[in-house]
């Protein structure tokens, strides 16, 4: 017997199948294990990830769909191939738009069985091999997150040694990094994980709405209050409550909302009585919560309150090795909602996307790949077929390589190095600044934040000069 794990679980209720696809499997050296119904397929999973299941959707206990489900939710790397029933293919496009890599209809042969199961395994393999660095200690996911970069690695640990206590935490960041995210995440990391994990936008609800909507209100307590109305600071309870954006909220909210802090007393509005609540507080702003302060808009005390544990989510473009993982991992989803088949980005498009500044960050990532994945047939990903504005900025991006060569020269017909020999030779230090900065860039093959290590300044430096030489 070959000491090799399993790559492959078997969910089939059929006694007489499991034998005949596990024989089938064998013979292309493919090692199996075998579950015959949802439970078996838990307690399966529960005690060791598999790369592929090959999943029955009919089971004695339940539908296969549920296991997929459960799969996603979890964010699980499993791929999973589901076997639906001859004439349901209805049932199969269900299946690829929640998430399964690809289904077969039975009956199906042993050919048919192996080429689909290994070429799943060999997707598998192929993400895994990337890069050596990757082990338990490094993951490339956590909860709902992508990202195996260092900074997010910092993030990932932060949000483990912070979820077990109930200290506030207050998460800053860029829009699009991820901030939301970072909320679920300590929820979910945490012990309160099974109570309930309430989200207040304080940007997209009406200042004068605003205090019912935490602290709730009673009937008759103003002009549309037709009836009592919990608000999230008592629906909280025994769980999270994340103030998103809090730096909207009103300077009179505020006071309200710390003295809540301070007391774990609610009261709704128009009624006088104390409720006592037990809530762990997140909060998060794009804006730079001390200036807030300085300028008078936000009350030092709440901030200090809340600012007990700061967790800022790195822009995407500080992240670069986060960039194509993501991407392609959204390309997958997103092509499997639409049941399109697409092979990858060309390495062209590749250098774009890892040279562009992402702005809107993860978000903007995020629609960029769905644009491309909706308005596109298939196949391998090109330049050609980058939206807006990332076709512009792959121009600039062929630039660069191109104006390897032009610059080089110049530099060398420049009194043969760095000096100028003459007075006439003098340039403007913004010139000079330029020429340095995108030779290093060049020297090093457009790697933006390889060049900006060498010249000891940030990638995001970097990048907003390029943006401002572009727009000159
Ligand atoms: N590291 C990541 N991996 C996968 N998806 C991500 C990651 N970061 C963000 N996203 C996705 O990007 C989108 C934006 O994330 P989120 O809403 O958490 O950002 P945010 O920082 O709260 O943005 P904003 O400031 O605009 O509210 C969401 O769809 C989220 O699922
Ligand atoms: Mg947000």
């Not at 509005?269 to 008078?296: H, M």
Request: proline letters at 4%; one cysteine or more; hydrophobic letters at 40%.
């Amino acid at each position: 017997m070959s000491e090799k794990l399993a790559e492959v679980l078997i969910v089939e209720d059929s006694a007489s199948l499991r034998k005949i696809y596990t024989e089938y499997l064998r013979t292309a050296d493919i090692q199996v294990d075998v579950a015959g119904n949802l439970k078996e397929a838990r307690e399966a999973l529960e005690l060791r990830g598999y790369p592929v299941i090959l999943l029955d959707v009919k089971l004695p206990d339940g539908d296969g769909f549920e296991i997929l489900r459960e799969l996603n939710d979890q964010g699980s790397q499993t791929l999973v191939i589901v076997m639906t029933a001859h004439g349901s293919i209805g049932k199969a496009v269900d299946a690829m738009r929640l998430g399964a890599y690809d289904f077969l209809e039975k009956p199906f042969d042993s050919r048919r069985l192996k080429s689909t199961v290994k070429s799943a395994v060999a997707q598998v393999e192929n993400l895994a091999e990337r890069p050596a660095d990757e082990d338990v200690d490094k993951p490339k996911q956590f909860h709902s997150f992508i990202g195996g970069s260092e900074p997010m690695q910092e993030v990932y640990g932060l949000i483990k040694r912070a979820a077990p206590s109930k200290a506030s935490v207050f998460i800053t960041g860029e829009s699009g990094t991820g901030k939301e995210l970072c909320a679920e995440a300590l929820h979910r990391q945490s012990a309160r994980s099974d109570g309930p994990f309430i989200a207040l936008n304080c940007a997209a609800i009406p200042k004068d709405l605003m205090e019912s909507e935490i602290f709730g209100h009673i009937k008759g307590s103003f002009t549309g209050a037709t009836a009592n109305r919990e608000g999230a600071a008592t629906l909280a309870n025994g769980g999270t409550l994340f103030l998103d954006e809090i730096g909207e909220m009103s300077f009179d909210l505020q006071t309200k909302l710390l003295r809540f802090i301070q007391t774990g007393v609610v009261q709704k509005v128009g009624s006088n009585k104390d409720e006592v609540v037990d809530v762990r507080f997140i909060c998060a702003t794009n804006r730079e919560p001390l200036d807030e302060v300085r300028a008078g808009r936000f009350r030092e005390d709440l901030y200090y309150r809340l600012h007990v544990i700061p967790i800022s989510m790195p822009a995407l473009r500080d992240r670069e090795d986060d960039i194509m993982l993501i991407a392609n991992q959204f390309l997958n989803r997103f092509s499997r909602e639409e049941t399109k088949r697409y092979d990858g980005f060309s390495p062209a498009a590749e250098a774009v996307f890892k040279q562009y500044s992402w702005p809107g960050n993860v978000r903007e990532l995020q629609n960029v790949v769905r644009n491309i994945v909706v308005l596109n047939q298939g196949g391998i990903i090109d330049v050609k077929q980058l939206p807006p504005p990332l076709d512009s900025f792959s121009a600039q991006v062929k630039g660069v390589a191109s104006s390897k060569t032009k610059t080089t020269k110049r530099r060398r017909t420049k009194a043969g190095g760095m000096l100028a020999s003459s007075v006439a030779e003098i340039r403007p230090m913004a010139e000079v600044e330029r020429l340095f900065i995108e030779n290093a860039i060049n020297l090093c093959d457009g790697n933006v934040p390889k060049a900006a290590a060498l010249l000891e300044l940030s990638p995001s430096t970097i990048y907003r000069k390029k943006l401002a030489w572009e727009e000159a």
